[in-house]
């Protein structure tokens, strides 16, 4: 279902569009069964505009912009028609095709680490790429690529060129592979999940050059992505997947403020929300210091005192130090969230809280046990009483067993139940985590994200533990299957009563569920309070960094947000 | 009840994921479509039924591998007769010399070939996946010293030490033991490096930190975690091992240190059957097809269980 245009193509329909997609339809023959991708998708681009295709997995909005590309698979079969500029690019010839791919269309893709050859320089790389498309010299090439480098706002464009991929960071990378979409002036920019896989200050960052080269080179950017909050940011059209059909096609602006299908509502409904951004003007009174522990009330479940873990560097190099002194205690029944960038050492501290990495020093107390001191047997039994549920749920379940053999798993390590009594546990457990018993004996593969997470978390509470660490459970969930995932996990911490450690990136998941909040920059808990105060008014500002950085589902306020985000980083860089 | 599809509308089901439903049926579905691992299979069983009831064959034929048939053969001691002395009587003719019938010992000698084969691979693999599977789970000093081990033995002139064995060892000690001894204790090493490999990749699988969270000990972790996402390379491993076994054994009875005669050895017959190339060549051909036969078709087989248990091979073939 297609919905017309409204006014504001209106003043560009006189102008024919850059890239027109008309009637595309994609499927897949796969063992004999044809599985329709994309059905029936239409839209339009002009030059100077941003056109998000947004939607969960399985929509079928890479496989749209892999058919722009004519780079889906030898099994896809391709009907309709899409033109770039007037000419026809489906069933085009391949020479045709190869000058149109990284000459007139750039390509961003979602892991700028495995978009790049781990064997050449990222400006051989580049050069490369000019010169596959126009005969310059090399001279001439070398110097065109420091020229690009700059342009996408790398500091030091020569020393850049002459690295390898593995010694740049992600947000570096993803520059760089821009640098390369850009290098032959491409009249389109395709940008599939441009910055799904970097932290939310780089991706600000990606964000605010995307949207600037836009307007410097006359682009148009076909960016493709699942983030409501990033369509907020830079989309000024965007187009809505489900299943593989256009559900709905709107300007950002209207999109936003009147959605008009349910799908598309509920979508919106479910993206968590950040509360009003409130930055603390210099020389605010300092609120007061926690107070001390009331020695009445029941001893902590965890007790964190000045942690230290550190990684064992490369070849006699020093040490690299994950966590830096690090103090943190969790109640009974509470749940504090940690939250960081990778690389801040929150999943770290999940591990060493579960005696799965051996701190450095400090000490690391959960339910009375010490964990670094711990025999064989205690650290068992301390076992018994925590519950982990991992970010990825395809790879913490184990592929081999059934559903029900990974449930019953912690029954049989520390209970004597008899086999039916164990059956009967994981069909309650089953039902804990609302999945029907039938599914006690499908295989992992069978089943969705959503439903697999809800088994890691059904294994992770099935000996009603004390103490639950959830390490990013929702970071690899589609946006709806999260907020089901995330209302689970509260009703059962209600219901069970146990403390909750929740790993996450995502300040909006955490003002959701969390009570209290620890703020990890580096190793180190800069600042740490109860949800309400850290993320409504951030003291330290990094928070502030961090909060400003989150898109938010709203085209008005993200655009103060990024003001705000921009000031910030102007202050301290 | 709650699934997690998409929140209002009801969405119409996801297709099915394709190549990935039940595994072992699944496994087998894309066996047979597979022409010849099927024709491979197909052979594999031919000859283990030939190896099993091979007394039943040769009576068939009307002879025993050990009778000697004087009358069968001329003055200078090659057999009468075309190719070899091909009759009604000796269907792939006889032996030069003894004048034995060739078809009781091309079915006999299936059985000394398989026995080993089977053998050899069966304790190489066993001592192969234990030792590769504890030295990639446990690591520090255990594994460095068995991996030391394994370079050692994969580096050994393995040849030259079972030929000097072979002259040592007292003759009471039965030979097909030793050859399965022998060619277990040099095989092993293979299958304890790939498994090691396999090992040090699965245990960073979160799911295996998983259950170690949970409070697993070792031995759990070993066979109720590790051990099942290894079976599809131990399974594929064992039937390319057993044609190389195959022809391990029928290298060393060619140089004269397997099985010892009268005992019907396809490697043996072969290395008799060099002197008699210029006069009787069918005497080569019978026991040299059939050695190549069977390991093609273990071979077979194995290649096709290999991309069977592979599903990124799906599209590929066909």
Redesign the interface.
Known sequence: MTVSSTEPHLTKATRSPLLAVAGLAVSFE??G?T?QAVHDASFELHRGQVLALVG?S?SGKSVTAMATLGLLPA?ARVSGSITLAGTELIGAEPRLLREVRGGRIGTIFQEPMTALNPVFTIGDQIAEAIRAHRPVRRAAAAAQVLELLGTVGLDDPSRVARSYPHELSGGQLQRAMISMAISCDPVLLIADEPTTALDVTVQAGILDLLRDLRKRLDMAVLLITHDMGVVADVADTVVVL??GQIVEQATAAQLFSAPRH??T??LLH?VPRLPELRLAEPGTPQPPEPQPLDPTLPPPVVQLRNVVVEYPGRRRGHPVRAVDDVCLHIDQGEMVALVGESGSGKSTIGRAL???LPTTSGTVTVAGVEVGRATRRE??????Q?G?V???PA???????TVGASIA??LS??TDLSPDAQRRRVDELLEAV???SRLHDR?P??M????RQ?V?IA?AIALNPALLIADEPTSAL?V??Q??ILDLLLALQRQIGFSCLFISHDLAVVEQLADRVAVLHRGRVVEEGPVQTVLRAPRHPYTARLLAAAPVADPTRQALRREAWRQLTLASP | MSTDTPLAPPAPARPPRPARRRGVRQLWQRLAADRWAVAGAGGVAFFLVVAAAAPLFSALGGHDPYSYDLDALTDSGAPKGFGGGISGAHWFGVEPMTGRDLFAIVVHGARTSILVGAGATAASMLIGVVVGLTAGFYGGWYDRVVTRVVDVLLGFPYLIFVIGLGAIVPTSLPKPLLLVGVLAVFGWPGVARVVRSQTLALKQRTFVVASTALGAGGWHLLVRQLLPNLTATIIVYATIKIPAMIGAEAALSFLGVGVPPPTPAWGRSIGEAIAWVQTDPMFLVFPGAALFLATLAFNLLGDGLRDAFDPKTAGLRR
């Open positions: 796969v063992d069964e599985h969960e399985g099994t489900r299943d349910e799908y509502r509920t479910a579960a005696g799965l650290l068992r039994n301390f076992r018994s925590l982990i991992f970010q990825d790879s913490s379940l184990n592929p081999r067993r798993e912690p390590l520390h609302e999945l029907p295989h593969h069978e969705s994200g959503g439903q809800r890691a294994r589609d709806s299957v907020a089901r």
